[in-house]
């Protein structure tokens, strides 16, 4: 499992610097999502919205091969953030992913110590709920599977 490259080194979408003019850093970050069997998203909600530096990510993905047809499972460290999650799965929707599960996947981390989440992370049913739902994403990614989003 591989993080994605920083998202604060991508710039602002730019559709005149799509094609040749692409940046590398959106280049370097689009490869890393065309590699990858499946995506894992988790993000704070900022203004009941999707933070910035995510959406900008996202929207160079737009009209590139990359993003199409892709495994993509939320996961979210919060019971608030509502919002997000919707926008979120319109946006991923829109650019036609293959969305696991509508709802996503929570631990319930907001608000503690960094000791607490870390505890809770390490908590041996937890480790076991999160291995069966990352297995049945692989399972689910593995599949041949027409987009459900
Ligand atoms: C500018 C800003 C706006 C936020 N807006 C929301 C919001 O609309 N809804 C929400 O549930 N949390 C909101 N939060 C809280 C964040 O989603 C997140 O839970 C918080 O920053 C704690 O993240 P951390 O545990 O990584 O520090 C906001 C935080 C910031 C800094």
Redesign the pocket.
Known sequence: MAMAPDLATIPPFNPDLEGAATPAAVSAFASAVAVADGLLIAT??????IPGALKNALDWLVSRSEIPGKPVMLVH??T?????RDHLREVLQTMSVRLFDREAFELH???KPVEDARAILDDADQRARIRAHVAAFADFAAGPGLPTA
């Open positions: 704070p909600e900022y203004a009941h919205g460290g919060s608030r953030g509502t919002y997000v981390l907001i608000g």
